[in-house]
């Protein structure tokens, strides 16, 4: 753990497959920081609600259902731990696994990140973190909203098919194959206008944020351009 005086955060956002997760863990190993995925927290939260209302007959039905039970976000034993570098989520003391990258889940995301209650739990334990190790954490309102304060911020960017075909390969290399490239698209996409939509904690470009396009540089040059980003700012 860092001492109080070096503690840092360091904020990733950008849309849905634009690499932030990849380059975080990179960068996160490369500095000694822990590296917070909030993208996978509100899924974990999603998979806590599905197991609580059940998942629906639909989207809309698991919509229609979230809104009516009015699910408190405190109500869950619900926590998130760290090994080796990898963040894990406890659910009732299971660790949900991939369980939180299905189809199931991400389609039905969406109502939980609408809500200010789960935002505001997914937050709290993001600025927790906070206190204790310097962190890089990626997400959509991490530079505007649940960070603000903080000098070193990064906004990632790519195209729509790039970000599909680089998701689709990851969700392969873990194992998941419910879904093919196009409908990763279509649901790419969908997020990004949901995303950039939202009424609180939306996906925006952070003022300072440092702007990068991935369409066409690998994950290597996006990593070696932050840290010399940072090492100037350090
Ligand atoms: O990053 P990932 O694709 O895992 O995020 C899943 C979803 O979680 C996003 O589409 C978005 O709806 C939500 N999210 C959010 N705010 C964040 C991170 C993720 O609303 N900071």
Redesign the pocket.
């Known amino acids: 753990m860092t001492s109080n005086e070096t503690k840092r955060i360091i904020t990733l956002?950008g849309p849905?497959?634009s690499g932030?997760?990849t380059v975080a863990t990179i960068l996160a190993k490369r500095l000694g920081y822990l590296h917070a995925?909030?993208?996978?927290?509100?899924?974990s939260l999603t998979v806590a609600c599905i197991d609580q209302i059940g998942a629906g007959q639909s989207v809309e039905d698991f919509g229609n259902r979230f809104s009516q039970s009015k699910v408190n976000p405190e109500s869950f034993q619900f926590r998130v731990d760290y090994e080796n570098g990898q963040q894990l989520h406890f659910l009732n003391e299971v660790e949900l696994g991939q369980r939180i990258?299905s189809l199931e889940v991400?389609e039905r995301?969406?109502f939980?990140?609408d809500d200010l209650a789960f935002?505001n739990r997914?937050n709290q334990l993001l600025r927790d973190l906070s206190k204790k190790t310097s962190i890089i954490v990626?997400?959509?309102?991490?530079g505007t909203v649940?960070f603000p304060e903080t000098e070193y911020k990064f906004y990632l960017d790519a195209d729509v098919h790039t970000r599909a075909v680089r998701r689709f390969s990851e969700l392969q290399e873990s194992g998941i194959s419910d879904t093919t490239l196009e409908s990763i698209e279509k649901q790419i996409s969908l997020?990004d206008e949901?995303?950039r939509n939202?009424k609180i904690?939306a996906?925006r470009i952070p003022e300072k944020a440092i702007l990068i396009d991935t369409s066409n540089i690998d994950r290597d040059m996006v990593v070696s351009g932050i840290l010399a980003h940072l090492q100037q700012q350090f």
Do not use: C, E, F, W
Request: aromatic content about 4%; charged content about 40%.
């Open positions: 956002d849905a497959g932030k997760s995925d909030s993208g996978a927290l509100y899924r990258r991400t995301i969406r939980i990140a935002r997914v990626d997400g959509r309102d991490i649940v997020r949901q995303d939202r904690g996906l």
